[in-house]
Structure formats: C-alpha cells, structure tokens
C-alpha cells in the first residue's frame, strides 16, 4: 500500500512546491475496473507554477508509467503506455461562482480549472489524470487481436463463405 499525501493546492503551486512519487495502478480503485491485470505502476511529477500563464499560479502535473488494459474486441490484456502532462488551474470556489460570462477566470487552451482544496489528495488526482487520458473502447491493433483473427478463420471455414464466395463470380 502506497502512502496518501496530501497538499493545500492553492499553497502548493503558489510556492512552487515539487512532489514525486510512484503507485501501483492496482492501488487505484477507478482504475481496477479497466485493468486485464493488476501489474503495472506509474511515476509522477506534481509541480507548482507560482506564474502561470493570466499570472494565475498552475500546477502541472506529468505521469509515466504504464498498465493492462482489457481489449474490447477479445477482453484479453492490452499494454498501455501512460505518457501526459498537464496543467491545472487550482481555482477557490467563491471565484468560479462569482466570474462574469467571459470575464476573468475565461478558460485557456490547454489548462483544466479544478477547485482548490486545502486537504487535496495527490493519488486522487493522479488518479483522475490517468482515468481521465484513458482510451473510451482500448484494442489491439488491426490483426493483432485474438479475437479478430479467430473469426476471420471461423468465416473462412464457414460453409456461407464458399456460397458467398460463388455469389461474387
């Protein structure tokens, strides 16, 4: 079991604080769900941005790492590489409800606003980023699916296939 910290997000990226860890994505109960296997982990990087862009203090966040996922097509393992950085706007709740349509907190490409916590559990939103970067149906590639290929054989043995096959000439 991996240990649970946790930071004031405001604080965190206002004073440029940097936290990295590891998980174990079984430890990751959203996760547990998608995953064919309990093996894999990810490494991440949380960094406070004092000055991000707007002057509005960031936290950027950037996993590694990867799991098994369950291919749609044939529900065996799939390996996934986990890749992602991002930015987030750590964001007091008093001032999404009182910005103006358009007005000071307008939504900048590339950066998610997420509500600020003095008590924020960083395995939670590690947790989000993944679940959130994660494919809505995962596969194999074209082929590469046991699943595919063994309906390909099952057509090609089918007695419809020599029917079909006579239809076409």
Same mark, same amino acid.
């Given at each position: 079991?991996?240990?649970?910290?946790?930071?004031?997000?405001?604080?965190?990226?206002?004073?440029?604080?940097?936290?990295?860890?590891?998980?174990?994505?079984?430890?990751?109960?959203?996760?547990?769900?998608?995953?064919?296997?309990?093996?894999?982990?990810?490494?991440?990087?949380?960094?406070?941005?004092?000055?991000?862009?707007?002057?509005?203090?960031?936290?950027?966040?950037?996993?590694?790492?990867?799991?098994?996922?369950?291919?749609?097509?044939?529900?065996?393992? #799939?390996?996934?590489?986990?890749?992602?950085?991002? !930015?987030?706007? &750590?964001? *007091?709740?008093?001032?999404?409800? +009182? $910005?103006? %349509?358009?007005?000071?907190?307008?939504?900048?490409?590339?950066?998610?606003?997420?509500?600020?916590?003095?008590?924020?559990?960083? #395995?939670?939103?590690?947790?989000?980023?993944?679940? !959130?970067?994660? &494919?809505? *149906?995962?596969?194999?590639?074209? +082929? $590469?699916? %046991?699943?595919?290929?063994?309906?390909?054989?099952?057509?090609?043995?089918?007695?419809?296939?020599?029917?079909?096959?006579?239809?076409?000439?």
């Amino acid at each position: 079991m991996f240990a649970r910290h946790f930071i004031d997000s405001l604080d965190f990226a206002r004073q440029g604080l940097e936290f990295r860890g590891e998980a174990a994505v079984s430890e990751l109960p959203r996760l547990r769900d998608v995953l064919a296997a309990p093996e894999g982990q990810v490494s991440f990087v949380l960094r406070g941005v004092p000055q991000g862009r707007n002057g509005k203090a960031l936290l950027e966040l950037t996993l590694t790492g990867s799991c098994q996922l369950r291919c749609q097509r044939c529900l065996q393992a #799939l390996p996934y590489s986990i890749n992602t950085a991002s !930015l987030l706007m &750590p964001v *007091a709740e008093g001032e999404l409800e +009182g $910005a103006p %349509e358009g007005g000071e907190l307008e939504e900048d490409e590339g950066i998610d606003t997420i509500p600020a916590s003095a008590h924020m559990d960083v #395995l939670d939103l590690v947790e989000e980023e993944i679940v !959130l970067g994660l &494919p809505l *149906a995962p596969r194999h590639e074209f +082929g $590469a699916c %046991e699943a595919a290929n063994e309906s390909a054989l099952r057509e090609e043995r089918s007695p419809f296939a020599v029917l079909r096959g006579l239809k076409k000439d």
